[in-house]
């Protein structure tokens, strides 16, 4: 089974340290969505979305990446990474009009200095650590079985 991550890591390079990890570990494609907006994932059959929260949603380059390029009735999971807290509605709304199959979810604290966190040195420092990067690891793992 062919399995592609498509990411956007755009401040600290959280994201980006999680799914490469996995890409070496597991053997999966990656795609920057920052850099690449447009790609056929048709032969994939497993589809990673990944990105850091952002007010409460995913980047805006992966939600128009879902959004423009994302094949119905693929098998999808989500990866992000956060400073406050997980949250997945913004790209499960894109999801559930592509008729996508969630089959996991992981989330991951994230180094975060934006807005009023950069006042105080940003919180979540350290993260993510090697036991989370070694989880999400564990995460696509279980996915693959």
Known sequence: MKTVIVYASVHHG???KVVKKIAEECGVDLINAAHQSKADLSEYDRIGLASGIYFSKFHQT???FASENLPEDKKVFLICTYGGSANYKSLEDILKEKRASVIGKFGCKGYDTFGPFK???GIAKGHPDIKDVEDAVCFVKGLQE
């Open 119 to 121: 006042l105080v040195g």
């Open 62 to 64: 992966i939600l128009k």
């Open 14 to 16: 959280n994201t980006k």
